[in-house]
């Protein structure tokens, strides 16, 4: 892709959603629609918050949102990180409208209300859950859509891996994203990553950063597909290459490793 027409897109993601125009789909160069995906982060304490959050995500939540068309619905256990137990809920829409008016959607859905009855009315000194926080992001161009890994459908083992990169300035934010479009992309390819989604952070807190997750069947199996990744002499051309080293382009990056819960559809 031309430098150009990628610095065009990327940003005019963000502004075409600012403009007020966000019920419509963006559209990748190739004509598939870019999703929009909502990720939450329900931070609880261990006993009874844990429970009743499980059981309203996957009795209440997820089925009430599938009626609204987000589908498939990531759900997620903190394993390796800061700030356990955390629950991690990933939301894909190729309409921004529809995740951000979800919630008031929920509110009319007599079904959802009823199941979600003790979660929503837990009371004060039984709060279901400490703080939700919430990210808004939008599928990098050369990514659109998120792929479901291939062991999901006959609930096969598998752990998920969730890198967020922050930015010195929005500059260097772009330049990261490009660099994905300029080679990265196919690296991840021949290492054998299960790529899940890569998004690119419209709202959310210590921007600018970029999302992406990805899935293996095990922690010895990601090792191996970093070490792969590392060796591969595409990667080691675009580090070297002075579009993307004259300076440092990734400021802070968080790395965590999920376990996906028995209710997840991803």
Do not use: C
Request: proline share 8%; glycine share 6%.
């Amino acid at each position: 892709m031309k430098r150009r027409q990628f610095l065009t897109s990327s940003l005019a993601a963000s502004a075409f959603a600012l403009a007020g125009k966000a019920s419509d789909a963006q559209v990748a160069s190739n004509g598939t629609p870019r999703e929009y995906y909502e990720l939450r982060q329900y931070h609880m304490q261990n006993g009874p918050q844990t429970k009743l959050t499980d059981a309203y995500v996957s009795d209440a939540l997820i089925p009430a949102l599938n009626r609204l068309g987000i589908s498939p619905v990531g759900a997620f256990n903190l394993t390796l990180g800061p700030q356990t137990p955390t629950l991690y809920v990933l939301l894909p829409s190729i309409r921004l409208e529809t995740l951000v008016t979800a919630q008031l959607q929920l509110a009319q859905d007599a079904t959802f209300m009823k199941a979600a009855k003790p979660f929503w009315n837990a009371p004060a000194n039984q709060p279901a859950y400490g703080r939700v926080e919430s990210s808004l992001m939008i599928a990098f161009e050369g990514q659109p859509k998120l792929t479901v890994p291939p062991v999901t459908a006959s609930h096969g083992k598998r752990i998920f891996q969730l890198r967020t990169y922050e930015s010195p300035s929005n500059q260097a934010h772009v330049r990261k994203v490009e660099m994905f479009h300029s080679g990265e992309f196919d690296v991840f390819q021949r290492a054998g990553f299960w790529p899940v989604f890569y998004g690119d952070v419209l709202v959310g807190p210590r921007l600018p950063k970029l999302t992406y997750m990805l899935s293996y069947p095990d922690l010895a199996e990601m090792n191996a597909k970093w070490a792969a990744f590392g060796a591969d002499p595409e990667w080691k051309r675009l580090t070297s290459s002075p579009r993307f080293n004259y300076e440092e382009i990734v400021s802070n990056i968080t790395n965590l490793v999920l376990t996906p819960t028995s209710y997840s559809q991803i």
